[in-house]
């Protein structure tokens, strides 16, 4: 059983200001004590992505940043590689192709070593097409617009850090509501995660996921759903309905695998103070 935390986040989080997602991350990752690797494979920019979120977590207090460029299959089997993330208690995939990055190191020495980490208690962030890249069934790729379509998305294997659900990032910003409509609709048993920019879920070991961030989370819960995405063909749009949606923003909570929305806890005011009632 995964005993990790994972960070899925929808891209263009904030760097500069208030960093309220990657102070997070920080933080799961033990603050002070913290040991990163970045992975940059997904980025066509990787050294220079390995870089700046050095710079970043450090800057916000980790005891050591580490970049980890696999840019082939065969450098992502290299021993030294899976070294490099071994002894970390945070692991964060940078944002490109999420393609390229399962392309890369599925399967490898590599992802071996992040899902061990993950495994044995480390936080594992991943931003746009690191966040997609965290589930078990991944976007690989696809078409924006708000009416599901058949053939609208293709999937791909993901690292299968989070089994059940299938994440899309830049939700609301490229209007992506479509295409994980219509892979819920030919995938009724996945759970759907759109995740807003500079918004991110956070995943904690109980399945429960936390919404931080200045947008939403929108979940899309298609289980008892009814479709004609099976007999639909060439791009024309598909019926699904009676999906269940819901749109969280930050500070709430939902329960990954019984699918339901955690009711936050009841404030009771005690002689002027506001305490949390279970």
């Known amino acids: 059983m995964a005993q990790g935390t994972v960070v899925v986040i929808g891209g263009a989080e904030d760097k ?19 040991r990163i690797a970045v992975i940059c494979t997904a980025s066509s920019f990787g050294v220079e992505a390995g870089e700046r979120y050095r710079e970043i977590f450090t800057g916000l207090g980790a005891a ?37 990055l399962s392309s890369m190191i599925g399967g490898t020495r590599l992802a071996q070593a992040i899902t061990e980490r993950f495994e044995q208690g480390a936080v594992v962030g991943g931003t746009s097409a690191g966040a997609s890249a965290v589930s078990s069934h991944m976007i690989a790729f696809g078409a924006s617009g708000a009416t599901p379509k058949h053939r609208m998305a293709q999937i791909a294997a993901g ?9 899309d990032q830049h939700f609301q910003q490229r209007n ?5 409509l219509s892979l819920v609709a030919q995938n009724p048993m996945l759970l759907g995660l759109g995740v807003d920019e500079d918004t991110a879920g956070v995943v904690g070991p109980d399945g429960v996921m936390e919404v931080i ?4 989370v929108t979940v899309v819960d298609g289980a008892a759903s009814d479709t004609d995405a099976w007999e639909i063909r060439g791009h024309r749009p ?3 309905s009676n999906v269940v949606l819901h749109s969280l923003p930050a500070g709430y909570r939902f ?21 949390a009632s279970s």
């Open 255 to 275: 329960d990954l695998r019984r699918r339901t929305r955690v009711e936050a806890p009841k404030l009771v005011v005690i002689e002027g103070e506001a305490l």
């Open 159 to 167: 690292l299968g850090l989070l089994p059940g659900v299938i994440v």
């Open 213 to 216: 961030g200045r947008g939403s």
């Open 16 to 34: 500069v200001r208030d960093r309220v997602i990657l102070g997070r991350f920080v933080a799961l990752a033990g603050g002070e004590q913290a």
């Open 64 to 100: 050591s940043v580490v970049a980890v460029v696999a840019a082939t299959r065969q450098q992502a089997n290299d021993e030294s590689i899976a070294e490099a993330v071994a002894d970390a208690t945070g692991v964060f995939m940078t944002g490109g192709n999420q393609l390229r």
């Open 176 to 180: 992506r509501l479509g295409r994980l």
């Open 238 to 240: 598909l019926m699904i």
